[in-house]
């Protein structure tokens, strides 16, 4: 599901760079030094030896998204993207002080990553904007229940057309 969403997270890109909306790249990174996501790896134990490392495609930014060397990239160790990194202060002044307000949500996994950094947004009082069509799920039925619950509780649900023709 992630390869077929790559074309429509590209034209969200490129809509927000010519709308002016900052775009800011995460990228989940274990350690090989110590666990830094110890339920992580204790629930998927494949993660201790492979995976999701410093330098593997795990971790890495696929080159058909590939960012601006003005772009954030933030290196986060856990499923949101706040937990433990400079994404909220990066939101809160990359064009001044308290001008952004919402966050757009593009990516992969979903049900994992995705939500969970909507989540934590909702909670730090930024509005949330989640593109069912530039998302990628493990599957459909996750993405589904995602998107239900995103658009019943935390943000708003719309496609990348919608969102595009609003910026």
Excluded at 8 to 22: E, L, Q, W
Excluded at 71 to 79: A, G, L, M
């Amino acid at each position: 599901m992630a390869r077929e969403r790559l074309p429509t997270i590209r034209r969200v890109i490129d809509a927000c760079r010519i709308a002016a909306v900052p775009v800011v790249y995460t990228r989940h990174v274990l350690r090989d030094d110590f666990e830094i996501s110890p339920l992580e790896t204790a629930y998927q134990p494949r993660l201790r030896a492979a995976g999701m490392r410093e330098g593997s495609d795990g971790t890495a930014i696929v080159p058909e998204l590939a960012p601006r060397p003005a772009d954030p990239v933030i290196s986060k160790h856990r499923y949101d993207a706040f937990f433990g990194t400079p994404l909220d202060t990066i939101l809160r002044n990359i064009r001044g002080i308290g001008q952004v307000d919402t966050l757009i949500i593009v990516g992969t996994v979903t049900n994992i990553c995705c939500e969970s950094t909507a989540r934590s947004a909702f909670m730090r009082d930024l509005k949330v904007v989640f593109l069912s069509d530039a998302n990628a799920g493990l599957d459909d039925q996750s993405h589904n229940a995602t998107l239900a619950i995103i658009g019943r509780v935390f943000g708003r649900v719309m496609t990348a057309d919608q969102l595009i023709e609003q910026l």
